[in-house]
């Protein structure tokens, strides 16, 4: 029974860390389309584009690797490697991004075209990306206020209400209780306050940092 919780939260932190990935590739992809888009109207082919961003580094860099060495080392055509990278992710706008590529590839005509229809879809992305930043800013006031209220003010209005309290009112209370709970109790909260603003903060924060 203890092997089969280890296994679910095994399985639960693998599926979290590719969610996280999957959120960083879509910023990365925006941007990526968006110089891709810039490129091809420049009159650089499709091929040379993908070559270019695989040189970099990073998670986007080594996702158009691994479409390039599936044209290199295992023989597929650059289609074939694309759809290839579609299969891997779940997210929809990585998705409609390599679906994107492929139709471009396959009716490659018009290069001002080509290159609108690109920056376009990278732009929607970063625009999604830029809401979910707005989004955050909003609530990082409200939990700013929560964890100067929750670190300064209620441990002060509880640490007179015990000293006050305790001389005047039988509260029960005894001294090393008072400091386990301002000493301990307190900062867990803090910290527990702090892991939830954490896992709130979206991949656009931490990839500034």
């Known amino acids: 029974m203890e092997k089969l919780e280890k296994l679910k939260k095994r399985i639960a932190q693998i599926l979290e860390r ?5 959120k960083e590739l879509e ?4 941007k990526g389309l968006q110089e891709i ?12 584009c993908f070559s270019r961003i695989a040189k970099k580094e990073g998670i986007l860099g080594n ?3 691994i479409i390039q060495e599936d044209m290199e080392k295992h023989g597929k055509g650059l289609t074939q490697a694309i759809m290839n990278a579609v299969h891997r992710h779940s997210s929809k706008s990585i998705k409609q991004a390599f679906l994107q590529l492929i139709f471009v590839y396959e009716h490659g005509n018009q290069a001002e075209q080509e ?18 930043l707005r989004e955050y800013h909003s609530k990082i006031s409200v939990y700013s206020i929560f964890f100067v209220t929750l670190s300064a003010i209620v441990p002060a209005l509880f640490l007179g209400f015990a000293i006050i309290g305790s001389a005047f009112l039988d509260l029960g209370l005894t001294s090393l209780e008072i400091w386990m709970i301002t000493g301990f109790i307190f900062p867990f909260l ?7 603003i954490q896992e709130k ?4 924060v931490r990839t500034r940092r």
Not at 27 to 30: A, C, D, K, P, T
Not at 38 to 46: E, N, P, V
Not at 190 to 196: A, D, K, W
Request: charged content about 30%; proline content about 2%.
């Open 27 to 30: 910023l990365e992809l925006g």
């Open 201 to 204: 903060t979206p991949n656009l």
């Open 115 to 132: 290159a609108e229809s690109l920056e376009k879809i990278g732009s929607e992305i970063m625009k999604v990306k830029i809401m979910e």
């Open 18 to 22: 590719k969610k996280s990935k999957e």
């Open 63 to 65: 996702e158009f690797r």
């Open 37 to 48: 888009g810039l490129q091809i109207s420049l009159g650089f082919s499709l091929e040379h």
């Open 190 to 196: 803090n910290f527990c306050l702090l892991l939830g």
